[in-house]
């Protein structure tokens, strides 16, 4: 069956530009989460949605990250106005509840701000 | 202030010898523990998982050790493999929605 797909797979951009990136996750599956990997970090958690209830935002680091699912299936993360100390992996992973459930992850979205 | 620690940024093992890969939480709270292995470009997947209740969950080559008291967490794989050489993460869940991963254990098995 399908995993969860991110696109794109890498993304170059200028600094300041505005980026979207895109997240498919397994059918079915209620919770969907985004993540961030700096180099050397571990993932960092960014926002958080379930079903129809309102997204747990507090992850995002500053306004100008911002993330919609709609229709309770894909999902998009938006950075505004992109810094250098945005570059990093962007991991989707989804899962059918959210307690105590595996999480799946996509392959990951690579930005790197120049 | 990390809550999840795993203090070790690489690990080498020789083929056929155990690996040992550990990780450190600070909350006594934290009753979930999930470890993920990740491959280069690819996301992380899920290995095995243990809960509160439990001080060892084994699968096959990896077992999970839960130390409660020490708030301690182990992964061994015995005998380790070549195709094991990935970056492991632990993972706590306080029974939220919530993981915390730890920075990850870069796993090199030698042939």
């Known amino acids: 069956g399908a995993g969860v797909s991110q696109s794109p797979s890498n993304k170059v951009t200028e600094k300041g530009k505005d980026v979207e990136l895109r997240c498919d996750p397994i059918s079915g599956h209620t919770a969907l989460y985004w993540y961030r990997q700096s180099l050397g970090q571990g993932l960092e958690f960014l926002i958080y949605f379930q079903g129809n209830s309102a997204p747990d935002k507090s992850g995002l680091p500053s306004d100008r990250f911002s993330a919609e699912r709609t229709g309770g299936s894909v999902s998009t993360l938006t950075i505004q106005r992109t810094q250098q100390e945005d570059s990093a992996v962007y991991l989707c992973a989804s899962s059918w509840t959210s307690d105590h459930n595996e999480q799946f992850f996509g392959p990951g979205t690579r930005l790197t701000v120049l | 202030d990390q809550q999840v620690k795993q203090n070790s940024p690489s690990l080498s093992v020789q083929e056929g010898r155990i690996s040992i890969l550990n990780c450190d939480y600070t909350n006594s709270m934290f009753d979930y523990f999930l470890w993920y292995k990740k491959y280069p470009a690819e996301g992380p997947t899920f290995l095995i998982s243990?809960?509160?209740?439990?001080d060892k969950n084994e699968d096959g080559r990896f077992t999970v050790f839960l130390n409660k008291s020490a708030k301690h967490l182990s992964l061994h794989i015995v005998p380790s493999q070549p195709g094991d050489s990935a970056v492991y993460f632990c993972?706590?869940?306080?029974?939220?929605?919530?993981?915390?991963f730890g920075t990850g254990t870069r796993l090199k098995v030698l042939a």
């Open positions: 243990i809960s509160s209740i439990k």
């Open positions: 993972a706590v869940n306080s029974g939220t929605y919530k993981y915390i």
